[in-house]
């Protein structure tokens, strides 16, 4: 029974850590439509960027504070000065969009090699969250437990302020008629730019998170990317409240997988993923998708 | 057959507009024919070094090409299609080294095999369409490429060795010697092209593109959108499969990597070089690809930071790739 609750602990914390990566994918796709397969390459900025930081102060959470700002501004600035202008010069369809966002995935992993080579890292779990602690007859770390409690509350908290706060009913109304929000008077580019930061930052947090308990290592973000493309297809691409429980059915389904079927550990996830798109093309939780 | 009759004559003119080098078919068959004598007569006068080169283009434009029938025919962008490189070098590497079987039978089984696999697979793939598509794609691709560093028979990550080359024996020669592969891979190379020229400009062809086009029309017109579209799957990875055959002869082995993501995102690279919708377009960007790639290794170790930074450059800047970009000079001047 206990090695059962462990895995089952295991697979919320990997859950979590993917909802963080999936939340600003499917966020930026589903306002700006935009698939960006680059979302890995932000995690590996953060990862890296925290690492930097956590080496040079000694602190974790000055890591886990700082490490996501250099994402936010990379992921504002390709929205801003890259993505946008060359989706209104109407030159590039979203799919040209989504393949040069898939060159940006190499090029980072390719220049954080460049920076950092290709050895393994770690940042020190904090003192605070070290240790384990007794659960139901059983020692489970704290920091995978703070992992768990970090993802439910940014979950949360997207929740509430995309539902309740003027903020969030910008970004809905913008989803559903991006003229008129313009009309309106708001600047839809910077908000877009901003929501965009917003997702990268939220990548590059996952990836200071997950430092203490997985190594960095500069293709980090390519392996775990993939990953969270299943996630929100499964929880249907633009649903944030899908790739929450989404989150849950893919970590659980890995975690299940690696701990009990090990031959199948490399491909769970993706037999959950046709088996979703076999019976429901737009996803579990997505509404019915436009056609041609 | 049907196809014919349906598409109207105004539509047709219209598929046939965006066909490459509008009313210079005459230059074009040119281009080609100096083309396929120029490489027939390059191993009389290049060194080893460029007929390596030569055939890596070829293997990747044979790649690139089956590619070009899903992305630039049939609009649909796969980030997948190293899948079926992967199973036309597993094909035959199963065939030959774990069934016993000779090469002229583990190939055209590997390739009806990759057909039978490709068709369910495509029927759940084409249920999506757009950003949808790539990423299941990619996602069937990624779970091969996880089964195949798990399967212990074909031992996992390191991949099987010992592929043979055709036995050339009744003509005297031997695969194994640079200048008669050579040969071989350019036969193959053009058979393919052949075969791929002969499906675009078909009638099924045509309703390929008016997919590409225009979906609902197609639909309301009465033809079975979504079988096409499987058929252009089956299609495309059958002619990706004979890549995969090609490249595991070239190389002697077949492991994982070839299923890899980034494989597969490579042969998308080189059709949008190439230009899509065009049918020698890939060839074309398969060239420029492994020139670009051999002279970066060269210079750099850092493969994957320009790999990365040539694909984004390529995507933003160069739509219509190298073939699109000399039609539209011709075009302007007539």
Redesign the interface.
């Known amino acids: 029974m206990q090695p059962f609750l462990i895995q089952l602990l295991n697979g919320v914390q990997l859950s979590m850590l993917v909802f963080l990566l999936a939340v600003g994918l499917t966020l930026i796709?589903g306002l700006m439509n935009i698939?960006n397969l680059a979302h890995g390459a932000f995690f590996t900025m953060g990862a890296y960027f925290g690492l930097v930081v956590a080496n040079s102060t000694g602190s974790f959470w000055l890591a886990l504070l700082i490490g996501p700002l250099l994402p936010f501004v990379a992921g504002f600035a390709l929205q801003f000065f890259?993505l946008q202008p060359?989706a209104q010069r109407g030159?590039?369809t979203?799919?040209?969009l989504?393949?040069?966002t898939?060159?940006?995935?190499?090029?980072?992993?390719?220049?954080v090699?460049?920076v950092f080579g290709s050895a393994f890292h770690s940042i020190v779990t904090p003192d605070l969250l070290k240790g384990r602690v007794g659960l139901l007859g059983m020692e489970y770390p704290i920091y995978r437990l703070f992992i768990i409690a970090v993802g439910i509350a940014i979950g949360v908290a997207l929740v509430l302020v995309i539902d309740r706060t003027r903020v969030g009913a910008t970004l809905r109304a913008g989803v559903d008629n991006r003229e008129m929000v313009t009309a309106l008077g708001i600047n839809i580019n910077m908000l877009f730019a901003l929501v965009f930061g917003f997702g990268s930052a939220l990548a590059g947090f996952a990836g200071v998170v997950s430092a203490p308990v997985m190594s960095i290592y500069s293709s980090m973000g390519?392996g775990i990317v993939?990953t969270t493309?299943?996630v929100?297809?499964v929880g249907g691409?633009g649903n944030l409240k899908g790739s929450f429980y989404a989150s849950l059915i893919v970590g659980m389904t890995d975690t299940f997988a690696q701990a009990y079927v090990p031959?199948a550990?490399?491909?769970a996830i993706?037999?959950l993923?046709?088996a979703v798109?076999?019976f429901r093309?737009q996803g579990l939780f997505g509404a019915v998708?436009r056609?041609? | 057959m049907s196809a014919d009759v349906a598409l109207s004559s105004e539509q047709r003119i219209g598929v046939l507009k965006r066909l490459p080098l509008p009313a210079s078919r005459r230059a074009y068959a040119a281009l080609f024919a100096l083309f396929a004598v120029s490489l027939c007569a390059l191993p009389s006068f290049v060194s080893g070094y460029v007929m390596t080169l030569a055939v890596e283009a070829m293997i990747a434009g044979v790649f690139a090409s089956g590619i070009n029938l899903l992305t630039g025919y049939t609009g649909l962008?796969s980030?997948g299609q190293a899948m079926f490189l992967g199973f036309g070098g597993y094909g035959i590497a199963i065939g030959t080294a774990l069934l016993g079987w000779p090469l002229w039978i583990s190939a055209p089984v590997t390739l009806v095999v990759v057909a039978a696999i490709a068709a369910p697979i495509g029927a759940?793939?084409t249920?999506?369409?757009?950003?949808?598509f790539?990423?299941?794609t990619?996602?069937?691709s990624?779970?091969?490429?996880?089964?195949a560093?798990?399967l212990r028979w074909t031992n996992g990550s390191d991949g099987m060795t010992g592929i043979p080359r055709p036995d050339l024996s009744l003509l005297g020669v031997s695969a194994d010697n640079p200048t008669v592969f050579y040969y071989y891979v350019l036969a193959v190379a053009v058979l393919s092209l052949l075969m791929l020229w002969r499906i675009v400009t078909s009638p099924f062809g045509s309703v390929l593109v008016g997919i590409r086009e225009?979906?609902?029309r197609m639909?309301s017109m009465g033809y079975s959108v979504a079988n096409y579209k499987i058929g252009s799957f089956a299609l495309a990875a059958v002619i990706c499969a004979v890549a995969g055959i090609l490249q595991s002869q070239y190389t002697y082995f077949v492991n994982p990597d070839a299923m890899s993501?980034?494989m597969s995102?490579e042969g998308?690279l080189m059709v949008?070089i190439g230009g899509a919708n065009v049918v020698l377009g890939p060839f074309v960007g398969a060239t420029v690809f492994v020139v670009v790639k051999q002279a970066l290794s060269m210079i750099t170790e850092?493969?994957?930071?320009?790999?990365?930074?040539?694909?984004?450059l390529?995507?933003?800047l160069f739509?219509g790739g190298v073939l699109g970009f000399i039609s539209t000079l011709i075009g302007k001047r007539q």
Not at chain 2, 127 to 132: D, F, H, N, Y
Not at chain 2, 142 to 147: E, K, N, R
């Open positions: 796709f698939l890259v060359l030159r590039s979203h799919l040209d989504a393949l040069l898939f060159g940006l995935l190499f090029a980072t992993a390719g220049a090699e460049h390519i993939v493309f299943v929100v297809v691409l031959e550990e490399l491909f993706y037999i993923l046709i798109m076999i093309p998708g056609i041609a | 962008v980030l759940i793939c249920r999506t369409r757009g950003v949808e790539l990423l299941i990619l996602a069937f990624q779970m091969f490429y996880g089964a560093i798990k225009n979906e609902r639909m993501w980034q995102g998308v949008i850092e493969y994957n930071l320009f790999f990365g930074i040539f694909f984004m390529v995507v933003a739509r």
